[in-house]
């Protein structure tokens, strides 16, 4: 059995992901900050069809907490499955946020590259000892970082460091036979948007303008790709930035 890692994983894109993996005999691992009702939800909802799931408590935003769950991690790891490493790592966790350059505060600076670029990064480093060779990593990135919005600074600029990270641990990780790859959503209805498109029904269309297939994304438009790039279908690419975006300013 496969065993995947997913951080951020009670809701949105990483819960999709969860479901997505799991459905193909994966088992699971999901973290989430505060939403621990959600996450043992997606946890018992995954073991009621067949699945094997355990939830853990992880803000990425927080490096010094990582030696902790590290060890929390391969506790589950050993009693659950009887395994000292794993097999998949997806670094999805983040937050929303809107501010432009004038505006940017360093407090929301710092916040952005902790969940988005720091986090990420520390954490793969930490888990590196517990990733069985020929393991793979998704990271999970932006459009933004290719097409420029106002008020996306930060967060764009943080995902693009990732997308840049990939290739060096694509690189790096090589010799053990380690894949990794970022998927860049376009715009996704998820919790963290809803501020964005569910309560402005005029930014939603304005995104779907300008998307070919004329629509906004959901979580499982994303959700499925991940899934299918952990398969051995895709063993073949690496080092890649693949955006999932439905022809997102094409």
Known sequence: MKIALVTGASRGIGRSAALQLAARDVAVVVTYVRGKD???????????????AAALQLDVSK???????????????QRKWQR????????????GGFSL??????T??????N????????????LLPLLADNSKIINTTSATTRVAYAGTSPYAACKGAMDIITRCLAK????????????????????????????NPEFAQA?????????????????????????DDNNWINAQRIEVAGGFYI
């Open 38 to 52: 959600q996450a043992d939800s997606l946890v018992a909802q995954i073991e009621a069809t067949g699945g094997s």
């Open 63 to 77: 490096v010094k907490s990582f030696d902790l769950f590290a060890q929390n991690f391969k506790s589950i790891l």
């Open 172 to 199: 790096e990780f090589g010799a053990r036979g380690i894949q990794v790859n970022s998927i860049s959503p376009g715009a996704i209805r998820t919790e963290l948007a809803d501020s964005a498109l569910d309560k």
């Open 207 to 231: 995104i779907a303008n300008e998307t070919a297939f004329g629509r906004v994304g959901e979580a499982d438009d994303v959700g499925k790709v991940i899934a299918s790039l952990l398969s």
């Open 101 to 106: 350059i004038a505006d940017v505060t360093e």
């Open 84 to 95: 000292e490493t794993f097999d998949y790592l997806v670094n999805n966790a983040g937050i």
């Open 115 to 126: 969940v988005h670029f720091k986090g990420p990064f520390f954490l793969t480093q930490i």
């Open 108 to 113: 929301y600076f710092d916040q952005m590259v």
